[in-house]
């Protein structure tokens, strides 16, 4: 199965089961975090292993 690097804003309102609105607001505060440590993001979407990362679901 292929993993893959980035989750749209449907995946983490899925994944959180939470509204697809907080689920933007959640992006925008991974992809800020993600700038300032010097990283390139994309807009609407997040990194899979940092979204994890953050969420404490690896380590």
């Known amino acids: 199965m292929e993993t893959k690097n980035f989750m ?3 995946e ?8 697809k609105s ?3 607001k ?3 505060e991974l992809n800020a975090e993600m700038q300032k440590l010097g990283y390139l ?12 990362k953050k969420l404490c679901y690896s380590e």
Not at 12 to 19: F, T
Not at 41 to 52: A, L, P, Q
């Open 8 to 10: 749209t804003v449907d």
């Open 12 to 19: 983490v309102a899925q994944e959180l089961n939470v509204s």
């Open 22 to 24: 907080y689920a933007y």
């Open 26 to 28: 959640v992006v925008r």
């Open 41 to 52: 993001t994309v807009t609407g979407r997040v990194n899979t292993s940092f979204f994890h």
